[in-house]
């Protein structure tokens, strides 16, 4: 496999349940991020891993915790979620926190109901 | 300061036609300016990026314009072909941010045979 991959590619959830977004890269890469992206508004910044430590978490709520093992592996756990939370969830990796170029995955969608 | 304000939302053009997508920024910090093309069903892939010290990027039929004065940047495509018909997000950072991408809202473009 190459470049990045997330995993479901789709999801359906109850409002009181706990799942997790997987992300892996296969591109030798240092940074992860996951982005939000919903209908009708750009791209969000959630969370930021530079070499498995978190830089950067953009006032996301609680309900969403990122987990970084190892530089291929980003999670996001999903717990208690709310449909306005519905959305697709974008990995990104980069070569470095500094280098601009970012790779996308496919995303997850996600519905809350 | 930290938004890149996008036009237009959508974009209808004819094959062979000319497409421009304008963006605006205000936080003089930016100096990296990517694009990217996002399928239905597919993550954003970078379709050309551009740094402030040029006033202009082309790439095939894909071109940047950029003016540093005004804080704006603009994609030009041209001969628009049925393929090109896709989302495209403009997107700014500090370079030493890496993937720390502040997006546009996107413009979906339909490119007509």
């Known amino acids: 496999e190459t470049g990045v991959t997330q995993t479901p590619r789709h999801l359906v959830m109850g409002m009181t349940n706990k799942k997790s977004l997987k992300c892996e890269q296969h591109?030798?890469?240092?940074?992860m991020y996951w982005y939000k992206q919903s209908a009708k508004k750009p791209l969000e910044l959630m969370f930021v891993?530079?070499?498995?430590?978190?830089?950067e978490n953009n006032s996301v709520p609680s309900r969403f915790s990122p987990e970084c093992p190892n530089s291929s592996h980003l999670f996001l756990h999903l717990h208690t979620l709310q449909p306005e939370d519905s959305a697709l969830y974008l990995c990104a990796s980069s070569q470095e926190y500094v280098n601009t170029e970012a790779f996308f995955g496919q995303g997850t969608r996600l519905t809350v109901v | 300061q930290q938004q890149v304000k996008q036009s237009p939302q959508s974009l209808i053009v004819q094959k062979g036609g000319f497409s421009i997508i304008n963006c605006a920024y205000e936080?003089?910090?930016?100096?990296?300016f990517p694009w990217y093309q996002q399928f239905p069903g597919k993550g954003p892939a970078l379709l050309i990026a551009i740094r402030p010290d040029v006033s202009e990027k082309k790439e095939g039929r894909f071109t940047i314009s950029f003016n540093k004065s005004a804080k704006q940047f603009s994609l030009h495509i041209m001969d628009s072909q049925p393929g090109d018909s896709a989302t495209y997000f403009c997107a700014a950072t500090p370079y030493n941010q890496g993937g720390k991408l502040i997006f546009g809202q996107g413009t979906e473009l339909s490119v007509k045979p």
């Open positions: 891993y530079s070499l498995e430590e978190r830089v």
């Open positions: 936080n003089t910090a930016f100096d990296y």
């Open positions: 591109l030798g890469h240092n940074a």
